[in-house]
């Protein structure tokens, strides 16, 4: 939704003095599915679809929130038993809960928001939520906090607030992201560095499922639990590996026969996934798109067939993409459910789109969501 709207809406709400204007992205993640809470890499993106809020200080103790897309109100108190009952409530509340918590003074505002990143697709809306409103207290109040904390806001937020144990890429990407570059991060030292992405010739487009399967949250939590057990065995061995990401092919095949069939398997993506980000990372900058997407296929498969993520729906739009000569396909996000990102050749996109949308309408009763998206700006003021 543009400023103008936001603006107009709020005035709707609560009166024509003028509101401050912030907005985060949602995020496109290249490649690095479950490494971040193996202490690994990821590589992230913010895109050019987010939350914009418009925020004015009303003189109390307390938050008047409308949420634009939800036609929804909450108001809330900043203690710990003010928690708001409203679920998308519960992310503003946390936030400001997160800056009183690490010595901030946090003043009552009103405040209008709407966003254009659809829920559920995986490109996390709830991190674009935090990020606009954690940035805009931070920048407004004159907080000092940086980037990294601010980012350590949205993800405790989610971890207190929310019940949700995320890794920090969701944050992170939407806090730093920056036009035209993928970040790379290493969720062990929380070092990072740009990577231009700028494919010239090629677009990047989601298709949306639609599907949600239940037990994404239980099955997450146990392959978590997997990696964890395998990562402890092989550190029996090798104390320096304290994540999977500091272990090898070599050091996981000697632990096989000590650990369950399924962790093994778990472990093996984590490894082999490690490894596809650098090389991504390595084609990248000599501009060699065809390793980029051969990788993205191999993430794919990993997925599916080791980490047992994707569904039938998944592999399905990621066969079509391959029988298109689609660069590069793959499930992104958790799994079971949601997206297919896919680096498409200019001249191919219109074929594979229509054949996508028609093949999986005729398999499942209803088209995917088409999402073409452009790596852009993180956090900001508008």
């Not at 997925?303 to 029988?323: G, I, Q, R």
Request: proline share 3%; glycine share 10%.
């Amino acid at each position: 939704m543009t400023k103008e709207k936001v603006i107009k809406l709020f005035s709707e709400k609560f009166g024509k003095e003028a509101p401050e204007v912030y907005a985060s992205p949602g995020r496109i993640n290249l490649i690095g599915e479950h490494t971040d809470y193996n202490g690994s890499f990821v590589f992230p993106g913010a895109i050019d679809k987010g939350m914009t809020a418009a925020i004015r200080f009303n003189g109390t103790g307390s938050v008047r929130a409308y949420a634009i897309d939800l036609d929804e109100s909450s108001e809330f108190g900043f203690n710990e038993e003010d928690l708001p009952k409203e679920g998308w409530a519960k992310y503003l509340f946390g936030v400001c809960r997160e800056i009183i918590k690490r010595g901030g003074t946090v003043k009552g505002f009103d405040t209008v928001f709407s966003g254009d990143v659809p829920l559920g697709a995986g490109m996390s809306s709830s991190a674009a939520l935090e990020s606009t409103y954690a940035f805009a207290l931070n920048d407004l109040l004159g907080l000092g906090i940086d980037k990294f904390e601010l980012a350590r806001i949205g993800q405790s937020t989610e971890h207190n607030y929310v019940g949700v144990k995320c890794g920090i890429m969701d944050q992170f990407a939407s806090v730093f992201g920056k036009k035209g570059n993928l970040i790379r991060l290493d969720t062990k030292s929380m070092e990072y560095a740009y990577f231009p992405f700028d494919p010239e010739g090629y677009r990047l487009v989601l298709l949306d499922t639609a599907v949600k399967h239940e037990l994404a949250s239980s099955a997450y939590n146990r392959r978590r639990e997997s990696c964890e057990h395998a990562a402890k065995t092989i550190a029996g061995r090798h104390p320096e590996v304290e994540f999977l990401r500091d272990a090898s092919m070599k050091m996981l095949d000697e632990v096989k026969a000590e650990i369950p069939e399924e962790d093994y398997m778990r472990a093996k993506y984590v490894i082999e996934e490690t490894q596809r980000v650098l090389d991504v990372c390595d084609a990248l900058e000599k501009g060699d798109y065809d390793t980029v997407g051969r990788k993205m296929y191999e993430t794919h498969h990993g997925m599916s067939k080791l980490y047992e993520v994707s569904c039938e729906e998944l592999d399905f739009l990621n066969d079509v993409a391959c029988e298109h000569g689609v660069t590069g396909s793959r499930v992104m996000g958790g799994g079971f459910g949601g997206c297919t990102i896919n680096l498409v050749k200019d001249e191919l996109y219109d074929s594979f789109i229509c054949d996508a949308k028609a093949q999986f309408k005729a398999k499942y009763g209803h088209e995917p969501k088409v999402y073409d998206v452009v790596i852009s700006d993180g956090a900001r003021k508008l």
